[in-house]
């Protein structure tokens, strides 16, 4: 429980971002949003569609990606989040090494592994966050 508190603290300082969050497994998205992003404003979306749609109509501090979705692959996203927003610090977050290593090379800024997302507070503050 104390490493949870530390989480939440670390991401508190932060202060409070706009993410949009492409997963496409909603109890995941659900649970780690309340137990790690909960000081923050996420919009989860399913689908690379939705998230076009989103970061269209939305302004968004961060984006978190993950790489295998339903109607495609995040690294897609993050080619074309890279295109449109430079600067938009995006976090790829697959759990598997070979995802996060296609999101990295397609432009994301870092990566968190599904299987570490408590350490998604440090990888954010390791972006030296600023809002774009």
């Given amino acids: 429980m104390a490493r949870r508190s530390s989480v939440l603290l670390a991401v508190d300082r932060l202060g409070t971002m706009n993410i949009l969050y492409l997963e496409n497994h909603a109890v995941f ?9 909960a000081t923050h404003r996420v919009t989860v979306v399913p ?33 074309e989040c890279r295109t449109a927003c430079p600067r938009l610090p995006i976090i790829g977050v697959s759990s598997h090494e070979a995802g996060n290593a296609a999101l990295l090379r ?16 440090q990888v954010i503050a390791g972006l030296g966050h600023e809002k774009v």
């Fill in 47 to 79: 689908s690379l569609s939705a998230a076009r749609s989103a970061l269209a109509s939305g302004s968004f501090d961060l984006i978190l990606s993950d790489y295998d979705l339903d109607d495609g692959k995040g690294e897609e996203f993050v080619r």
């Fill in 29 to 37: 998205a659900e649970q780690v949003t309340r137990q790690f992003l």
């Fill in 106 to 121: 397609a432009g994301a800024s870092a990566v968190c592994s599904k299987m570490e997302f408590d350490r998604i507070a």
